[in-house]
Nanobody, 115 residues
Framework: QVQLVESGGGLVQAGGSLRLPCAAS????????MRWYRQAPGKQRELVAA???????NYADSVKGRFTISRDNAKNTVYLQMNSLKPEDTAVYYC?????????WGQGTQVTVSS
C-alpha cells in the first residue's frame, strides 16, 4: 500500500511560482516512478511531469522550461516546482505512482492562477 499527500496549492498571480510537495509513505517509495497530473474544470486529467528512481524526468510540452519535478528519497517526498505560472495552469494537481490497476493517487491540491 502507498499513501500520497499533496500540499502547497493556492492562489497566485500570473508569472508567479509555487512548489507542490507530495509526501509518500508505504512500500518501496524510493524505487517508484512518481508522477504529477493535473485536471482543469471540464478537461481530462493530463500528465504534467514524471521522475523515475534514477532521477530521469519527462514533462508535458505545455510546462517544459517552466516546471521542474524532483525527489528527495530521504524524505520520501516528490516536488513540483512551478515557475512562470499562467492562467491555463489552473487545475487540481495530483500525485501518482504505480501502474493500473495497482496505481495510487493523492487527494489533490488546487492551484489557481489569476491573470
Amino acid at each position: 500500500q502507498v499513501q500520497l499527500v499533496e500540499s502547497g496549492g493556492g492562489l497566485v498571480q500570473a508569472g508567479g511560482s509555487l512548489r507542490l510537495p507530495c509526501a509518500a509513505s508505504g512500500s518501496m517509495i524510493s524505487i517508484r516512478t512518481m508522477r504529477w497530473y493535473r485536471q482543469a474544470p471540464g478537461k481530462q486529467r493530463e500528465l504534467v511531469a514524471a521522475i523515475n528512481s534514477g532521477g530521469s524526468t519527462n514533462y508535458a510540452d505545455s510546462v517544459k522550461g517552466r516546471f521542474t519535478i524532483s525527489r528527495d528519497n530521504a524524505k520520501n517526498t516528490v516536488y513540483l516546482q512551478m515557475n512562470s505560472l499562467k492562467p491555463e495552469d489552473t487545475a487540481v494537481y495530483y500525485c501518482n505512482t504505480g501502474i493500473i490497476p495497482y496505481d495510487y493517487w493523492g487527494q489533490g491540491t488546487q492551484v489557481t492562477v489569476s491573470s
